[in-house]
């Protein structure tokens, strides 16, 4: 893997607010972006690297001094104006989640007290933000349509990914505190996650009556709605956070390991689409994947979030699986995405498409250059320690 490339990629992101998305101007990716600044900050210190660590709390404080009155923290911050974005039409809910698991291994990295000082009130309203967003007290939260990561796919409700992402958060802060309300929290968050993203043969009392026991189930559930559960649609970022988070049992893991040969046959390559299978024009979701774009139109089939692979979730999936005990069993994945890093022309590309296998959206983006570093970072005993998954 090309780690001192993706580091330096990083580095020329960094100003002295944090993070920015790319280091060159191209449409809005010159901000601090929450999302952005936190993996590859996360990715940057799992390799020990000091000025990203640095750059990383920077980007924290910046987002903090900006957070909403509800507690949200900003989707962006535009360097040197200050001019805020908490989302578009929908405001970003993993902005928030991402903020407080950076901010928790950061400070359990830094142990600056000056730093949690500047924080500590902001995380109290972060969490209640997120509390606000279950609309039901029954611990999972709800992510409008384009409310996180992937704004130009059609998922909405109850998704794994952000609810992966808020236990995430909640155990890494009741791990550094010892506080009993997170503590219970992230029992009850747990629980709702395993329960019903992957139903057992004994589940009762389900959030959703649509939801029920699929002894050939292979991943985890993407998430579900009023209207029933996104049945066979995979989430390559939700499956990597729930094998994170340890929330797998071996079996279910050595089942999303298989899915993903499976992909790779149907596939001729051995890539990891963001979601999987592609929405084709005519498929019944194809109106709500054509209509919901901010620039220009970028989900053809096999692209962008539509069947695309991004190095940046392969990267975390890639990290959760050897972490899982699949390390020499993702070596194919790793290696098939570094010709597609290194590529002189387009080197760390947003995503690859699936049909064509071209290097597409913008170029060395700190997004994969921190796929990259995740996909370098070798099994051992101190990555759950430094991510607060312990």
């Known amino acids: 893997m090309p780690v001192n490339p993706a580091l330096e990629v990083i580095h020329k992101a960094i100003r002295p607010e944090g993070i920015l998305a790319l280091a060159e101007d191209a449409e ?25 660590i640095q750059a990383l709390q920077n980007s924290i404080i910046t987002l903090a001094n900006h957070q909403a009155k509800t507690g949200a923290i900003p989707s962006n911050v535009i360097p040197g104006s200050g001019k ?3 989302g578009s039409l929908a405001g970003r809910v993993d902005a928030t989640t991402w903020w407080l698991i950076a901010a928790a291994i950061c400070f359990q990295k830094s142990n600056d007290q000056e730093f949690y000082r500047q924080i500590h009130p902001k995380i109290n309203k972060a969490f209640e933000v997120l509390e606000a967003w279950e609309f039901n007290e029954r611990h999972l939260i709800y992510t409008p349509l384009s409310g996180n990561w992937a704004d130009e796919y059609p998922l909405h409700g109850y998704l794994l990914y952000d609810n992966c992402l808020r236990l995430w958060a909640l155990r890494a802060w009741a791990s550094l505190t010892k506080n009993p309300q997170l503590i219970e929290k992230s029992k009850w968050v747990t629980d709702s996650i395993v329960s019903n993203f992957w139903p057992s043969s004994g589940a009762s009392s389900l959030y959703h009556p649509k939801l029920e026991f699929d002894q050939n189930q292979k991943y985890w559930l993407a998430g579900f709605h009023p209207g029933g559960p996104y049945s066979g649609i995979f989430d390559a970022a939700g499956n990597a956070f729930a094998c994170l988070l340890g929330l797998s049992t071996h079996l279910q893991t050595q089942h999303i390991y298989n899915y993903l040969q499976s992909v790779s046959v149907e596939l001729g390559k051995n890539l990891i689409p963001a979601f999987w299978p592609v929405i084709n024009e005519g498929d019944p979701r194809w109106l709500d994947l054509a209509h919901n774009y901010a620039y220009h139109f970028k ?24 972490q899982s005990g699949f390390e020499e069993e993702t070596l194919p994945w790793v290696q098939e995405m570094i010709p597609y890093l290194e590529d002189g022309r387009q080197a ?43």
């Open 28 to 52: 809005n990716y010159q901000r601090v972006w929450a999302r952005d600044a936190s993996i590859a900050g996360i990715a940057g210190l799992l390799h020990d690297d000091v000025r990203i």
């Open 84 to 86: 805020t974005s908490y």
């Open 299 to 322: 989900n053809a089939p096999h692209h962008f979030h539509n069947g695309g692979a991004w190095p940046v979730m392969s990267g975390w999936l890639i990290l959760a699986l050897g």
């Open 348 to 390: 760390f590309p947003e995503y690859i498409d699936t049909q064509y296998f071209k290097a597409g959206g913008k170029s060395r983006l700190c997004f994969s250059a921190a796929g990259c570093l995740l996909a370098a970072t070798h099994n051992n005993e101190s990555i759950k320690s430094k991510l607060c998954l312990l």
